[in-house]
T-cell receptor
Framework: DQQVKQNSPSLSVQEGRISILNCDYT??????FLWYKKYPAEGPTFLIS?????DKNEDGRFTVFLNKSAKHLSLHIVPSQPGDSAVYFC??????????FGTGTLLAVQP | DTGVSQNPRHKITKRGQNVTFRCDPI?????LYWYRQTLGQGPEFLTY????????KSRLLSDRFSAERPKGSFSTLEIQRTEQGDSAMYLC???????????FGNGTRLTVT
């Protein structure tokens, strides 16, 4: 069963505009969520996280929003830059401290 | 660079052969994880260690797979009698503790012919 869903396999935005990547999950016990970015031929790198006690966490151009009642989170990147082009994974932390990854969204930022 | 190191980067093997991958985590990171990623999917959890103790194994980890972390530092992942379905990117990650983000290596890409 797919506990973490990223329903948009790909997203294309213009440089300078906002990128919004979405993630839905099914397990209401998840209480810590991470976003990872992955470039080709490299491992995923940690980007930003949010705890369930918050509904928003901001780090520079990156903001993550959490809606626990809807079991939904989103990552906003503004302004988007060509170097942001990568695959983005949503990854809640399970009760046994392992990351459960979504299928990823390929973001392409057009110059 | 003191990141997570994985060797080899690429491995091509024939079906039925055994392969072993190595992961060197970030120094002083107590936790070490193995994940597997196939095309179009996110990384899937295989197993993890707290120091030298293997604390959890996914049901994806059949009895052909074995992982060790003998001294709580580097880890090895062995696949016996490889099958074509084992072809994937095998990712290793480490973290300082259970509350810390995972730091991933660049993976070992396995191709079974």
């Amino acid at each position: 069963d797919q506990q973490v869903k990223q329903n948009s396999p790909s997203l294309s935005v213009q440089e300078g505009r906002i990128s919004i990547l979405n993630c839905d999950y099914t397990n209401s016990m998840f209480d810590y969520f991470l976003w990872y970015k992955k470039y080709p031929a490299e491992g995923p790198t940690f980007l930003i996280s949010i705890s369930s006690i918050k509904d928003k966490n901001e780090d520079g151009r990156f903001t993550v929003f959490l809606n626990k009642s809807a079991k939904h989170l989103s990552l906003h990147i503004v302004p988007s830059q060509p170097g942001d082009s990568a695959v983005y994974f949503c990854a809640p932390l399970s009760a046994t401290n392992k990351l459960i990854f979504g299928t990823g969204t390929l973001l392409a930022v057009q110059p | 660079d003191t990141g997570v190191s994985q060797n080899p980067r690429h491995k091509i093997t024939k079906r039925g052969q055994n392969v072993t991958f190595r992961c060197d985590p970030i120094s002083e990171h107590n936790r070490l994880y193995w994940y597997r990623q196939t095309l179009g999917q996110g990384p899937e959890f295989l197993t993890y260690f707290q120091n030298e103790a293997q604390l959890e194994k996914s049901r994806l980890l059949s009895d052909r797979f074995s992982a060790e972390r003998p001294k709580g530092s580097f880890s090895t992942l062995e696949i016996q009698r490889t099958e074509q379905g084992d072809s994937a990117m095998y990712l290793c990650a480490s973290s300082l503790n259970g509350d810390s983000p995972l730091h991933f290596g660049n993976g070992t890409r396995l191709t079974v012919t």
